[in-house]
């Protein structure tokens, strides 16, 4: 089993940045991806960011490409989230998930609490 903690998550009014990271403990060693995705009330969860822990690969949402960067430290097993130019739209509760089998949406199956993203207009 993977643990995995989220962190970095807060108030930032539009235009700003904010990064967050996840740290992952317990079996790291099954870890095939990690990635970020969000959720905000009365819809789905959605994909924003993933990439795969050790070639690198990385895919993005099309609403965040180009203002968005996830990045991994696997000495720290960590994930994070570099998200610049934030907008009101990016205001959600976001979660960062592994996988064990791949990049897909449906492989993520181990969850972190999530953290809270507000972005002010």
């Known amino acids: 089993q993977v643990q995995l903690v989220e962190s970095g998550g807060g108030l930032v009014q539009a235009g700003g940045s904010l990064r967050l990271s996840c740290a992952a403990s317990?079996?790291?060693?099954?870890?095939?991806?990690m990635g970020w995705f969000r959720q905000t009330p009365g819809k789905e969860r959605v994909a924003v960011s993933r990439?795969?822990?050790?070639?690198?690969?990385?895919v993005y949402a099309d609403s965040v490409k180009g203002r968005f960067t996830i990045s991994r430290d696997n000495a720290k097993n960590t994930v994070y989230l570099q998200m610049n130019s934030l907008k009101p739209e990016d205001t959600a509760l976001y979660y960062c998930?592994?996988?064990?089998?791949?990049?897909?949406?449906?492989?993520?199956?181990?969850w972190g609490q999530g953290t809270q993203v507000t972005v002010s207009s």
């Open positions: 998930a592994s996988s064990s089998t791949g990049l897909s949406y449906s492989s993520f199956n181990n």
């Open positions: 317990g079996r790291t060693s099954t870890i095939y991806a």
């Open positions: 990439i795969t822990w050790t070639g690198g690969n990385t």
